[in-house]
């Protein structure tokens, strides 16, 4: 058994850690260990084709988070006060959205841009001389699309832990609906809100199948990772590979962190 | 006759089917401690909870100080609530739970004024000097003593307080149920308190009203709900009391501790309306008292309470010992069998 559950981890890791590792070694040779060096990180960050990809990818992270936190949250809110069938029905669609497969909302958010485009391409040519075309923006409302999904699951989660009775306490002392949610409501879900920040900006990130579906001319890191090694593997790649592994794993581990402590507090509170 | 803070006028309270508060004619008046006392599920919460502004009735009105307030959301009402688990805001500090409410008015309150009424507040509930920690870090009466403070600080027309002992353990409850009423004999606000317990409504209020199945049965001070219940019910739930039946629907009720009991007739005190023979059934040891249950041939099974100091005059009896009972004519009482 245990052997079995090392050649399981090898496999699964070994890739992995040749990326890592290719990326601090010295020589060009992937596969030849020629001492330790950041060599290629400096080559790297110096590529202004990397550079831009790389700020491309961030910008499209950094918005998907902002966008789908928003949404995610008001849309957990909204769902607090729906009951019955309706409450079933949203909540399917929430699993469904996360559950579905990038390369399906891939397609389909194709499609569905490419059809609007066709219908009101040539009216705007015509009146406004501008054409809707793919691109950075399509690949944010993508990923908006599931992440919303992700926040609002997060926040529902910590919604559903919290206790009534805060609300109505605030009230009782004079406090108006809004000034209850700004004080008690938004700061108690706020771990929740942030952890889901995280996750949507990791999911963003390092997401590779929808955006080389709508990316349109715009080049996301994970994009110009895939079109480069079709002329082979560089040091260069593994570097930003790595880069962007250790990123992911960095936020998702934060955002573990503070849903665990978030979960911790309020537990004390009840005790 | 003293100035009415809070008063329903015939006020119901429907969800869906279940009729929570029928009929309620309740008027709470300036600086007195009211308990509104009953069992699971008569609708003491839904009547709270509509002073407060968290339901509104479906029929009747709500008045505050003689303002018409049916309708009127909770945080436009002078009053505050003491939430059964306390509802502490566990994301701020103590002394920011307690200031929370001052915080909320326009115009605000300087920081000056803010700290100096916290100050205030906590010493009078005897947490001075704890406005810096966290809630987790306070035992449950500690919480609850914040709670306490975060409603006073705002020196509401009524202070409602959801059975805000129940979850304490027996000892703390006994010394919070003194605090609670050495506290509103020197704030001076009026205090409404929910409970199902007949002992701590009895022991802390100057008047109880006892409610059934959404409807309210008799209001009084805690003498007159005692002595003169208007009913079976009343009876049965403030104190103990044994009941004989009568004619038409009525019930006698004589308290235990209103039997005389003796080893022969000749020996029971002069003026009894009622003696009877019988046979001691149990006998509980209480300290102070002893309660025996009676079986007579003319009255059936009833117990009868006797004080320690009694025992020199009437002595102490067994189990299977023969009897005699008796009660003075003003200590039965015909009542309606609810
Ligand atoms: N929000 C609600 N929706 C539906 N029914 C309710 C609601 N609140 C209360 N009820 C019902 O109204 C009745 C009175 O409830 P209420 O909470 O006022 O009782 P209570 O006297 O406070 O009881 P307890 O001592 O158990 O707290 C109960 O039958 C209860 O089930
Ligand atoms: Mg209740």
Redesign the interface.
Same mark, same amino acid.
């Given at each position: 058994m245990r052997v079995y559950l090392v050649l399981v981890y090898v496999f699964l890791y070994a890739p992995i850690a040749l990326i890592v590792g290719g990326s601090f070694n010295a020589g060009k040779q992937a596969m030849i260990w020629q001492g330790f060096s950041l060599e290629w990180y400096g080559k790297a960050f110096s590529n202004p084709l990397i550079t831009e990809a790389l700020g491309t990818s961030l910008y499209i992270a950094l918005a998907t988070a902002a966008i789908s936190s928003v949404l995610g949250l008001m849309a957990a809110l909204g769902l607090e006060r729906v009951k019955g069938w309706l409450r079933t029905f949203f909540d399917a669609l929430i699993y469904i959205a996360i559950m579905v497969p990038g390369i399906v909302i891939g397609i389909s958010t194709l499609i569905a841009f490419v059809s609007i485009f066709e219908l009101v391409n040539p009216a705007l040519t015509a009146t406004f001389n501008i054409r809707l075309q793919m691109g950075s923006w399509a690949v944010i409302a993508a990923h908006v699309l599931f992440n919303i999904a992700v926040v609002a699951l997060l926040v529902r989660a910590r919604l559903q832990g919290m206790?009534r009775?805060?609300v #109505?306490?605030? #009230?009782?002392?004079?406090?108006?609906?809004f000034?209850?949610f700004r004080?008690?409501v938004l700061?108690?879900l706020a771990p929740a809100v942030l952890a889901g920040f995280l996750l949507a900006f990791t999911f963003s990130f390092e997401d590779f199948i929808i955006a080389y579906f709508v990316a349109g001319p715009d080049v996301t890191l994970p994009i110009y990772v895939f079109s480069s090694i079709r002329r082979g593997v560089t040091p260069e790649i593994n570097a930003v590979g790595t880069v962007v592994l250790v990123t992911s794993l960095l936020l998702l581990v934060i955002a573990q962190l503070i849903l665990q402590r978030g979960n911790q507090?309020?537990v004390?509170?009840d005790? | 006759m003293k100035q009415v803070v809070i008063e329903f006028r015939k006020v119901s309270k429907r969800f869906g089917d279940i009729a929570a508060v029928i009929d309620n004619n309740l008027a709470v008046e300036q600086g007195e401690f009211l308990s509104i006392l009953g069992p699971s599920g008569c609708g003491k919460t839904t009547s709270l909870r509509m002073m407060?502004?968290?339901e509104q009735p479906t029929s009747g009105e709500v008045f505050i100080r003689g303002e018409k307030v049916t309708g009127v959301?909770?945080?436009?009402r002078p009053?505050?609530?003491v939430?059964q &688990?306390y509802?502490?805001?566990? &994301?701020l500090s103590i002394a920011d739970n307690v200031s929370?409410?001052l915080r909320?008015?326009s115009p605000r309150p300087s920081a000056g004024e803010i700290t100096k009424s916290v100050d205030e507040a906590l010493d009078m509930v005897r947490l001075g000097g704890f406005g810096k920690r966290r809630?987790?870090e306070l035992s449950g009466g500690q919480q609850q003593r914040v709670a306490l403070a975060?409603?006073l600080i705002?020196r509401p027309a009524v202070l409602l307080l959801d059975e805000p002992l129940a979850a304490l353990d027996r000892k703390l409850r006994r010394e919070m149920q003194v605090e609670l009423q050495n506290l509103q004999r020197t704030v001076g606000i009026t205090f409404l308190l929910v409970t199902h317990d007949q002992e701590e409504a009895l022991s802390m209020s100057d008047r109880v009203c006892v409610m059934r199945e959404g409807r309210v049965v008799q209001t009084g001070s805690p003498r007159d709900l005692y002595d003169t219940p208007i009913n079976r019910y009343v009876a049965e739930f403030v104190g103990k009391s044994n009941f004989f039946s009568a004619a038409s629907g009525n019930v006698t009720s004589v308290r235990p501790e209103l039997i005389d009991i003796a080893a022969r007739r000749k020996d029971l005190p002069q003026g009894l309306a009622i003696r009877t023979d019988g046979r001691v059934l149990n006998r509980i040891f209480l300290g102070e008292q002893t309660e025996y249950r009676i079986a007579s041939d003319e009255l059936g099974e009833f117990t009868v309470v006797a004080p320690r100091k009694a025992e020199h005059l009437s002595g102490t009896f067994n189990i299977g010992d023969s009897i005699s009972a008796g009660w003075r004519p003003e200590h039965a009482r015909l009542l309606p069998d609810n």
């Open positions: 206790d009775s805060l #109505e306490a605030s #009230e009782d002392l004079y406090a108006t609906p000034g209850t004080q008690i700061p108690l507090a309020r004390r509170a005790g | 407060a502004g968290f959301p909770a945080y436009r009053v505050n609530m939430f &688990h509802a502490l805001f566990p &994301h929370y409410g909320q008015r809630t987790y975060r409603a705002n």
